[in-house]
Each structure stands twice: as C-alpha cells, then as structure tokens.
C-alpha cells in the first residue's frame, strides 16, 4: 500500500444518495508514516507503563511483556488487587485512576523517580450500562467517556514528557473493532450485532485520538491496538479469543522499540479496516 508522508487511503467513505448518507466500504482513512523517531540516551531495559493492568488484557500484556524483559509498572485503581496482580507476576504496582488528575500526576512522578518510561499503554477501560442503547443516558456518556477517552487524553498529557526523554516512545491505545465503521457494517463480523451507542462511539474516538496523537508527536510511534472479540470481565467472559489471543496487538505494538509505523489501528493479523 502506497504511504505518503501524512495520508494512507485505508477505510470507509460517506456519500449522499437521495438525501441520505450511505457508507462505501473503501480503504480506511488513518494518518501513518514509518519516519523513525529521534534517538536520545539509551536505558538498559525497557520500562512500560499499563494501565488497568490488575487484570484482563492489562494482566496478561504485563505477564507477556515482563516475560519478553519489559521492567513493567501495573497501574490500577483498587491499590490491594494492584499490589497482589504486580507481585503475582513480578511487576511494580502504581496507584492509578485515569478518571483523576491528581492520581494520574502521583503516578507519573513515581514513575519518573524511578527512572522514566518508554512504553505507555493505555488499556484502561469501561464498558459501561447494558441497558438497551435508547435508554442510555447523559450521566452514562459521561462515565463512559471520561474514563476510555478523556482517560487516555490525561495520560498521554502527564506522561509526554517522560516518553520524550525516551530513545523509543511509544503509546499504545486499546481500542476496538466495535469502534470501527468497517467491521459494524460488515454483516459476517459480530461487531455489527452489537448495540452500544457509548462504548463502541468511545472506541471510536480512541483510534481517531491515536490519529492525532500520530501527529502531535512525530517523534513517537503511536499506534491503537484492537483485541478483538476476547473472553475478559467486560463482556462477562463470553469471548472467542483468549487473553493471550486478544493481547497479540498490543505486544506487537509495545515491542517495536520506535520502529515501524505510526498512526495505524491493527489487530492480531494486521493493518485493520477503520
């Protein structure tokens, strides 16, 4: 696929036919470009940062990554089940909640005390109330929003400046499928049976964050990682992938070392329609 230096045709079109707009399923429209970051001072092992990592996707890319050499700091929000899920594995627990700037600036002190971060992945993330999608409320968005996207604003902003004193910055947004025009148009994906107005629209503004983010900070690779449809809490464990299926993306993405693409949304198999 060709790639200019801002645009890659990627994803899905609108149009107007009789006054109403109709999707054309074109390549996805995602901002990347493959120019290396700066290098800067190189730490001896690579430290990364998960939050939501007490359990679910979060526990399993901590295991994946401490295993691959990773120096990991699992952040979460109930301290005890943090604490226990970061000695279970062998990794730093750090009091975290993305819903408050004052947690998330203590975190990004500790971490700096410690010696800086080169990898930031922001898994955190709600799925909010299960009632019918024409009964969801404003109070919902609210929570669910200010938790998977206003989440990953704050982190990013508390954290920038740590992942600029990197050789090789890299963030990671988990996303979803649910999140993507393409897959809930597709009638054979089950993206398109599901009906969530507030979680999948939130994904969807993760990925076009990760898009800008791309932008913001060319000297980064920031890229947004979809698990697919994995067995974790959030969908009462009714998944086809296992965690280790469904955490396939975000280690490859954590594991680049500031090599390859920025500003790209991909699954286990690939590049994934946006």
């Not at 800067?40 to 679910?56: D, F, Q, S, V």
């Not at 994946?64 to 089940?81: F, K, N, Q, S, Y």
């Not at 988990?174 to 993206?191: C, K, M, N, Q, Y």
């Not at 060319?218 to 086809?240: C, I, K, Q, S």
Request: proline share 5%; net charge neutral.
């Amino acid at each position: 696929m060709p790639i200019l230096h801002g645009v890659i045709l990627h994803g899905v079109i609108l149009t107007v036919t009789a006054g109403s707009w109709v999707v054309l399923p074109v390549p996805m429209l995602t901002w990347a470009t493959t120019t290396p970051c700066r290098r800067r001072h190189t730490r001896r092992m690579t430290t990364t940062l998960i939050t939501g990592a007490n359990k679910g996707l979060g526990y399993e890319s901590a295991r994946r990554l401490i295993e691959a050499g990773h120096t990991v700091w699992m952040g979460a929000r109930d301290a005890g089940r943090g604490q226990q899920a970061a000695d279970a594995l062998g990794g730093r627990f750090v009091h975290l909640d993305v819903t408050s700037d004052a947690s998330v600036a203590a975190a990004a002190d500790t971490v700096a005390a410690a010696g800086g971060l080169d990898v930031l992945i922001n898994n955190a993330g709600i799925s909010g109330p299960h009632s019918p999608g024409a009964e969801q409320t404003a109070a919902d968005a609210l929570s669910v929003y200010g938790t998977n996207v206003v989440g990953v604003v704050r982190m990013i902003r508390a954290f920038a400046p740590l992942l600029r004193a990197s050789n090789a910055p890299t963030i990671v947004n988990v996303t979803s499928g649910l999140g993507s025009f393409a897959f809930v148009h597709d009638p054979e994906r089950i993206e398109s049976r599901v009906n969530a107005p507030l979680y999948t629209s939130s994904k969807s503004a993760v990925t076009m964050l990760t898009v800008q983010y791309a932008k913001a900070f060319p000297e980064m690779r920031v890229n947004a990682a979809d698990p697919g449809y994995t067995a974790t809490d959030l969908n009462g464990n009714n998944g086809m992938q296992t965690v280790h299926e469904g955490t396939d993306a975000i280690v490859d993405l954590a594991t680049r070392g500031g090599e390859g693409p920025t500003g790209t949304f991909i699954d286990r198999s690939g590049v994934a329609p946006f």
